[in-house]
């Protein structure tokens, strides 16, 4: 499975932040092609129980402990096939000159995240399709392998169960629906026959949501009509286990497919986005005025920011509303408006004329959470807010 995702920095332990704002996605486990590879902790809760539940099987062919080894050996080739099936996206990625921020395994399978998307719909049909392939000629290998090679039966064993893991790995992606590589494959075929690719995106999540649908009244069916139903005994402990795997994998497909529904909609509105329609009216001051006097003149102008300048009117720094917030009423008449003040960097200054992507592109840049607007002329227009470029996007 693929998505976009804006980059980040991995330098810091799994689940802190990192100096971006966003925590790593699990253990470091390498860096095949320039890659950072990571493995959920959620992982090893899976790789437990694949181990005990395949354990059963292995111990037909090999007694214990040495079947709970064997188990674990599949878990790890499991995740192995998921592993070169994320990879596939990102090479693919990368070959188009796509930025690949990660690649994650977590508690249902993988995830390549992707930091732009591809240009064409052709591009995004072959990045999308080289994970389930890779799957299915690993799946073709591993028949071919059972026919012609003399295998024992501890590896007899190992090359079906992953056989027939390729295959049900490769096929499951290729359900049609965000957020699996079958949806990408619908969005590229619409968008190639609209043109738009805003259409195939929103085809691609409903269908998802209709996947997901099906998946739990497939793991439903299976609690219901299962081993242990057929045996006179009800419901089974497996066809329960069906039931909350399928569960668990219908909410993530239900919740891809919305975010992705979503997303096109938040793109709908960045052209309308402008940073004079969302700019606040500014008071100026210098840093010896007290808070409270600052606070006194923004009230009386209502403005919504307080910016610090010299006594020729030079901007020196933004008072962040966050700080006066947090500043006891009784002691806003002792602190001055400077003391409370940002200094203005490069990247906190903008022009005032800025709309849709340009805009969302400068605050990218250099993360803040107020931003100086300025006319062509060098004069202050007033304060751009991120809390008021989120309020922008609320609803959606």
Not at 32 to 47: C, M
Not at 153 to 182: E, H, K, Q, R, Y
Not at 185 to 195: C, D, E, M
Not at 327 to 345: F, K, N, Q, V, Y
Request: aromatic share 8%; charged share 15%.
């Amino acid at each position: 499975m693929t998505r976009s995702a804006p980059p980040t920095e991995d330098t810091t332990p799994p689940g802190r932040p990192t100096p971006g704002g966003t925590p790593r996605p699990g253990l470091l486990m390498g860096r095949p092609f320039g890659i950072p590879v990571y493995v959920s902790p959620s992982w090893f809760v899976v790789a437990a129980l694949i181990t005990v539940l395949f354990e059963g099987q292995v111990n037909d062919v090999v007694e214990r402990p040495l079947s709970y080894a064997v188990a674990f050996t599949y878990a790890v080739l499991l995740y192995g096939s998921v592993f070169v099936h994320e990879l596939s996206h990102a090479v693919t990625a990368r070959a188009f000159r796509l930025p690949v921020r990660s690649v994650t395994l977590h508690v249902l399978g993988g995830e390549t995240a992707i930091e732009r998307e591809a240009p064409t719909p052709g591009r995004e049909f072959l990045i999308a399709f080289a994970g389930p392939l890779v799957n299915l000629v690993l799946a073709g290998l591993g028949v071919l392998a059972h026919l012609l090679l003399p295998l024992p039966g501890i590896a007899l064993l190992l090359v079906d169960a992953l056989t027939f893991a390729n295959l049900l790995v490769g096929v499951f992606n290729l359900l049609p629906g965000l957020p699996l590589d079958g949806g990408r494959l619908i969005r590229a075929a619409v968008w190639k026959a609209t043109g738009h690719s805003r259409n195939g995106a929103i085809i691609a999540g409903w269908v998802g949501r209709a996947v997901a649908v099906a998946c739990l009244f497939a793991g439903a069916w299976l609690a219901t009509y299962g081993t242990g139903a057929a045996e006179g005994e009800g419901v089974g402990g497996i066809g329960w286990l069906a039931l909350l795997w399928s569960a668990l994998v219908a909410s993530f497909i239900w919740v891809g497919a919305t975010q992705a529904i979503r997303a096109e909609h938040i793109r709908d509105r960045i052209p309308h986005l402008t940073a004079r329609g969302l700019a606040r009216r500014a008071v100026l001051v210098t840093p010896d005025v007290p808070l409270a006097e600052a606070i006194r003149r923004t009230h009386h102008d209502q403005a919504g920011a307080i910016v610090i300048t010299d006594h020729d009117g030079r901007p020196l720094g933004l008072v962040s509303e966050k700080a006066v917030t947090a500043t006891p009423e009784h002691r806003r008449p002792w602190i001055t408006a400077g003391e409370l003040s940002r200094g203005i960097d490069d990247g906190l200054t903008l022009p005032a004329d800025l709309s849709g992507e340009d805009l969302l592109d400068a605050l990218r840049r250099s993360p803040a959470t107020e931003y100086l607007l300025v006319e062509p002329d060098g004069s202050i227009y007033g304060v751009l807010a991120t809390a008021d470029v989120d309020r922008a996007f609320a609803g959606i």
